[in-house]
């Protein structure tokens, strides 16, 4: 590492308002990355840390990926930028049929988006307007999930269910329902991979059902495994019955996979990995490995051929000044190479034994009430502090990060998904370190 990446704490941290954080503390003590390369960031005093976490659930292939940084550098020479309204690039179209390669066979249409919180958002507009074209404007109710993170935009907080998210900012969307969570650590604790109990949660929807009437629910979003809100796996066959349900009744399905698509479970995307087909699949974070923000929503034929009745001109009032921006198009193309080139996608089911393995090797350790892993995906909750729910996990994390392994905390649980380019030996030592900073 060169001289100048040490020691490159800014002057001031005053002027930028930092998301999701404590901005009147984070002075004190405030942690910096300034380079990043393969699993390994580097901060601004010079540590070199394995990154646990891939960014934000969102670099599966690494840091600083030369492909990558060449395409963008290639697309800004040729095309800084052009809209998709009514006019387009080339390469948009061609991106869009490599992607939908990787979905389910009855998914072949793609609407770019810039971010997982307009995904979200995008899929939301895409149920309501679909269920008004078919003549079922009754159907305005959104469903989600308790504990489910959808972003921030407002559709994505109406149907999110993590309390402290949403509590600020007033009503939100009229008429969102949730179902319960599928959290069951009684039931599932250690289990290893997905959960064998709890499958007839997905029951909960006829409960919605018969509360508010089919007639009012267009759709209901889950995470196929819940991330932000502390890695939930779903039950053996619970997202089978729900799109059982979901079925019966006329509503949409939403798989919401801005973690889990791309590589994050051992396939493309959960659909595939569990064998449960959405209507709609939204994704962002690993599309591009991060690089640039890009977002996109997977939508089924039959979905998108009830647009083919909309009254004549545009299907769908909707769009963003940078859906499919050029340089984003470019970055998602060569990271799908990377993806394809090195079989990442089929990391998680080639790292299984080794993934589970270490995860569960932390059943023991002093405190640890419950370990949920599906590779390449992990929680380790520990038992809150007596008066401070919240402060062992960060005082886990720190150490880690002392021993030089940044795991990000939710309250007392770990959570780690790493880069998919991580290696067995990488596993285990992440592993290792955890258990030493619990211990
Ligand atoms: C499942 C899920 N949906 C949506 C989002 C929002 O994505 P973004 O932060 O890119 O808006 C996230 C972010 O973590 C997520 O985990």
């Not at 919605?208 to 995470?223: K, M, N, P, Q, S």
Request: aromatic share 8%; net charge negative.
């Amino acid at each position: 590492m060169s001289e100048a990446t040490h020691n490159l704490l800014p002057e001031g941290l005053d002027n930028f308002w930092m998301p999701f954080t404590p901005n009147r503390t984070f002075a004190e003590k405030p942690r910096l990355m300034v380079s990043a390369r393969g699993m390994y960031y580097t901060d601004a005093e010079g540590n070199e840390v394995l990154d646990a976490s891939a960014g934000l659930w969102c670099v599966n292939a690494g840091h600083y990926r030369p492909e990558i940084n060449a395409a963008i550098a290639a697309q800004l020479e040729e095309l800084d930028f052009a809209h998709n309204f009514n006019a387009a690039h080339p390469l948009v179209f061609e991106y869009a049929s490599s992607l939908v390669k990787h979905f389910p066979d009855n998914i072949n249409r793609v609407f770019f988006t810039n971010s997982g919180s307009e995904s979200v958002d995008t899929a939301l507009k895409i149920a309501l307007a679909y269920q008004q074209l078919r003549g079922e404007g009754s159907r305005t109710r959104l469903v989600g999930r308790e504990g489910g993170y959808h972003g921030m935009g407002f559709g994505g907080l109406a149907v999110g269910g993590i309390g402290r998210n949403r509590r600020q900012f007033g009503p939100l969307l009229p008429g969102a329902a949730h179902l319960s969570s599928v959290l069951d650590i009684e039931r599932n604790a250690f289990s290893r991979g997905l959960p064998p109990h709890g499958a007839e949660r997905a029951d909960d929807l006829e409960r919605l059902v018969a509360i508010h009437g089919a007639d009012t629910i267009a759709a209901v979003i889950v995470e196929p495994i819940t991330g932000a809100g502390g890695v939930v796996l779903p039950p053996q066959g619970y997202l089978e019955r729900l799109r059982e349900i979901c079925d019966q009744y006329g509503i949409l399905l939403i798989f919401d996979e801005v973690i889990t698509g791309f590589g994050r479970v051992g396939d493309s995307c959960a659909a595939n990995r569990f064998g449960v087909t959405p209507d709609i699949i939204t994704t962002a974070k690993g599309i591009s490995n991060a690089t640039v923000p890009l977002g996109g929503v997977f939508v089924s034929d039959a979905v998108y051929d009830v647009f083919q009745s909309a009254p004549a001109g545009v299907e769908l009032f909707h769009g963003y000044t940078y859906s499919g921006h050029p340089v984003a198009c470019a970055a998602g193309m060569a990271t799908l190479s990377i993806y394809e080139n090195e079989n990442l996608f089929q990391r998680g089911r080639d790292a299984e034994g080794v993934w589970l393995d270490a995860a569960l090797s932390l059943r023991d350790a002093d405190g640890v009430v419950d370990v949920r892993c599906h590779p390449l995906i992990a929680a380790v909750e520990l038992a809150p502090g007596p008066d401070a729910p919240g402060t062992r996990g960060a005082e886990v994390a720190q150490r880690c990060y002392d021993r030089g392994v940044w795991f990000r905390n939710i309250g007392d649980i770990l959570v780690t998904s790493p880069p998919l380019i991580i290696t067995d030996e990488q596993i285990q030592q992440m592993f290792g370190v955890l258990g030493e900073a619990i211990g």
